[in-house]
C-alpha cells in the first residue's frame, strides 16, 4: 500500500466509525494503511487494516462486548429497549418496559433505534383498544390506547376520567380505581355523611364534610366548626373542641372548666361561671342551659 500524506494521517488519527458489529471504534494510532489500533466504546483495543475500518468490518472478540447488555436506547418508537442477551457476531435480544423481548436482532439496529415491536404483539395491542370492563368498583372502563401491556390509556364510561396509567392486567383484574372510589367508599361516605358521633369531650360532633375517610369536616353541638380530621378519630370520639378540654382546664360557654368524670356515656365537668360564680358539676349541655336562662337576656 502506497503511502499518504501527514495531513490524511491526521484526518485519520481520532476518526470514529460505528462498525457493523454495532460499536464505534477510534482511530487512536495510525502507522499506516495496513496497521492502525483501535479503540472501542467499551475500552477494547485491536489493531487493523485502515479499509477494513472504513468500511465498517472490523469486530472483536465477543468477551469484550458482554459489557452490552444492560445497556438501554429508546427506540424510535418511543419504548425503551434493555440488551439482555448476546451479542455473539452482532446478535443480541433486547427486553422492552413491558417486558417484550424481541430477539435475533442487530446491535445495530438497536443503536439506530429501528427496533420495533413483534407484529403479532401489534396485533395484540390493537386488539385490546375499544374492549369495555366492569371494574370491581362497579364502573365500565373502556380502552383507549395501548402504548404497551403495562401503559394503557382509557376512560370510564361515566366520563369522569382517570389519570392513572393502568395496565391490561389490571383492566382484566378489574382493579382500575374510579376518581370518586369504589363502591364500598361511596357507600362509607353516604353512611357517614351527616351523622352525630358522641367525643370524650362530651358533646356531638355532626360530619357534614366527607371527602375521604382522612379528610373530614363537621360541628360541634354548639355550632363550632372544626376541620380536617380522619374519620377514625371522630369514630373513636378523639376529635377536640377549641376550648373544652376533655383532659384539662378549659372554658366554655362562660365556664372555666375541668373534667370531673364520665357516666353512662356523659360527660360531666368542675365549672365555675365568670358571670354569677355558679359552682357546680355539668355537663357541657347544661352550662349552654344556665347561659341562655340566666346571661343571655341581661
Ligand atoms: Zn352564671
Known amino acids: 500500500m502506497g503511502d499518504i500524506s501527514k495531513e490524511q494521517k491526521l484526518n485519520r488519527l481520532h476518526q470514529r466509525l460505528l462498525q457493523k458489529n454495532g460499536h464505534y471504534a477510534e482511530v487512536i494510532r495510525y502507522t499506516d494503511s495496513e496497521h492502525i489500533t483501535l479503540l472501542w466504546d467499551n475500552k477494547a483495543v485491536s489493531t487493523s487494516a485502515?479499509?477494513?475500518?472504513?468500511?465498517?468490518?472490523?469486530?472483536?472478540?465477543?468477551?469484550?462486548?458482554?459489557?452490552?447488555?444492560?445497556?438501554?436506547?429508546?427506540?424510535?418508537?418511543?419504548?425503551?429497549?434493555?440488551?439482555?442477551?448476546?451479542?455473539?457476531?452482532?446478535?443480541?435480544?433486547?427486553?422492552?418496559?413491558?417486558?417484550?423481548?424481541?430477539?435475533?436482532?442487530?446491535?445495530?439496529?438497536?443503536?439506530?433505534?429501528?427496533?420495533?415491536?413483534?407484529?403479532?404483539?401489534?396485533?395484540?395491542?390493537?386488539?385490546?383498544?375499544?374492549?369495555?370492563?366492569?371494574?370491581?368498583?362497579?364502573?365500565?372502563?373502556?380502552?383507549?390506547?395501548v402504548e404497551h401491556t403495562n401503559k394503557v390509556h382509557g376512560h370510564f364510561l361515566d366520563g369522569k376520567n382517570t389519570k392513572t396509567i393502568t395496565s391490561i392486567k389490571a383492566f382484566n383484574m378489574g382493579v382500575i380505581p374510579h376518581p370518586d372510589g369504589d363502591e364500598e367508599q361511596i357507600r362509607q361516605k353516604k353512611e357517614r355523611l351527616g351523622s352525630g358521633l358522641i367525643q370524650s369531650n362530651g358533646l356531638t360532633l355532626t360530619i357534614d364534610r366527607y371527602r375521604t375517610s382522612q379528610d373530614c369536616g363537621g360541628y360541634f353541638e354548639d355550632g363550632t366548626r372544626v376541620e380536617k380530621f380522619k374519620y377514625y378519630k371522630a369514630s373513636t370520639g378523639h376529635v377536640g373542641h377549641p376550648t373544652l378540654s376533655s383532659f384539662g382546664h378549659g372554658t366554655y360557654m362562660g365556664f372555666k372548666t375541668f373534667p370531673a368524670f364520665t357516666e353512662d356515656k356523659t360527660v360531666y365537668y368542675t365549672c365555675r361561671c365568670n358571670k354569677c360564680g355558679l359552682e357546680d358539676i355539668l355537663t357541657p349541655r347544661q352550662m349552654a342551659e344556665h347561659r341562655k336562662s340566666f346571661h343571655e337576656e341581661e
Open 50 to 145: 485502515y479499509k477494513r475500518f472504513r468500511d465498517g468490518r472490523v469486530s472483536y472478540k465477543t468477551s469484550d462486548i458482554s459489557r452490552c447488555i444492560g445497556d438501554k436506547k429508546k427506540q424510535k418508537n418511543g419504548h425503551i429497549a434493555e440488551i439482555i442477551k448476546g451479542p455473539m457476531s452482532g446478535n443480541i435480544s433486547v427486553r422492552f418496559e413491558d417486558g417484550t423481548i424481541v430477539g435475533n436482532t442487530t446491535f445495530w439496529q438497536w443503536e439506530q433505534g429501528n427496533i420495533s415491536y413483534p407484529a403479532k404483539y401489534e396485533e395484540t395491542r390493537k386488539h385490546h383498544v375499544g374492549r369495555q370492563e366492569m371494574q370491581k368498583n362497579g364502573y365500565v372502563y373502556v380502552i383507549d390506547y
